[in-house]
């Protein structure tokens, strides 16, 4: 046996298992917009996900909270989900339509993570969209800036996937990375969300005055070293705080736990060491508010997130990376997403765009800004609007048979118009 500090695998065949036009590799946001817009456009879609649910961070790191989904696609999903009272559901407006409820609302609004799941499944379902659960990218074939296809490694071992196109929803930029386009690996406090379920809130609100007085709570009780508590208070963030309260389910609050820093949350002992330390955090936070607070008393941890929340890890860097003032400003001829109704931010063409890969597209939390507007373009509606962005231009890629860099973006901006978004 070689004592060598690596493996030689053997070299073998993959058997391939699927050929489409477009493949999108994850399921949150952002791969669930691209995969409708691709399959409403005509392309065969596939999409790829390791996890056996859809929604990423959006449901399984209890996010639960968005801006207004008021914009192309995302106006659509405000609607299913309405349907479910499952988005915004505000009751001093019993009455208010859907329209209502999507217009007029302002802020962070929240939204059931269960429906949205269902709905995400139904949506690609309906569109025949192949969903494949449970599997992991491990690899991307690259030939000469030319994706050929990727390697999923799942119960059954690997195979492959060949496909026309690829949309990197991955939030990670995984395969964006592992086909050798630039990408930079970036740094942002990580959190743990969790929910706890029959709160008495008025009893709570009489001692807290408003939600937010939870925060002086935890403080105070951290400084007095009442409770032990290692990770970090942060003001801008409001952890560890209420995220979110009474809001779809009575009694039940979306918390945070507080930050954790410096995670390179890309080294997998890290990634480990985040979940160990943030549950063990959020599970002495919700027995301290047990112990301590008035009405919590019969209050229960009811569920911890799927995986930490993790905010970014790698970005893509495309050709031109937009600065925030260009963003913020949202004066791009390329113009192929304006997120928020009624605000000039903008997403351009560019920042979907690998250098060097021609038929990949990244959508979501990993595209190419600068990091100081990241923190708004990584929010919900910028994921899925530049997700339905990639989906349409993907398909026209495919079905003209020209490269990602080669789509027209008068003929991109017309379509999206065409499905409702407002460029
Ligand atoms: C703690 C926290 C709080 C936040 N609060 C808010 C908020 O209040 N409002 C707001 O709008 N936004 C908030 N955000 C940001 C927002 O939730 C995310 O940026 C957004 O949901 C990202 O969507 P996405 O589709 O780009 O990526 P993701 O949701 O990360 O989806 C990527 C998907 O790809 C899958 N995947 C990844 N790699 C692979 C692979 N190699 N193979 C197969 N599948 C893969 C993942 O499992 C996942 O389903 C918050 C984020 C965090 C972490």
Known sequence: MSNADFFVEPVRETPIINDVDVLV???????????????????????VERYGFLGGLATGALVITTPPLNNGINREIAKRLTEWSSYAPDPARENATADDLI???????????ETTKFEFVRMLMEERVEILFHSYI?????????IDGVVI?????????RAKFIIDATGDADIAAQSGAPVRTVERPITMMFNMADVDSERALEHLGKWTGLKK???????????????????????PGIFAADLIHKGQLNIWSGMLYSNQSLDPAQRTRAEIV???????????????????????????????????????????VPSKQEISRGEFKDTIARPYLGKSLAVPYRSLLPKNIDNLLVAGRCISAHDDIMGRLRLIPVCSATGEAAGVAATMAVQQDITAQAVDIGQLQAQLTEQGVEL
């Open 25 to 47: 590799c994850g399921g949150g946001f952002a791969g669930v917009a691209a995969a409708v817009a691709a399959a409403r456009n005509g392309a065969s879609v596939m999409l």
């Open 138 to 146: 491990a690899d991307t074939l690259c030939t000469n800036g030319h």
């Open 278 to 320: 943030t549950r063990d955090h959020s599970f002495r936070m919700a027995n301290f508010l047990k112990e301590n607070l008035p009405g919590f008393e019969n209050a229960r941890l009811e569920q911890m997130s799927t995986e930490v929340g993790i905010r970014a890890t790698r970005n893509l860097d495309g050709p031109d």
């Open 217 to 239: 709570f935890m403080r105070e009780a951290i400084a007095k070293g009442e409770i032990d508590f290692d990770l970090g208070v942060d003001a801008d963030f409001g952890a």
């Open 153 to 161: 490694e799942n119960k059954a071992g690997r195979s492959g996937i």
């Open 103 to 113: 217009d007029g609302a302002d802020g962070l609004l929240p939204y059931d993570p």
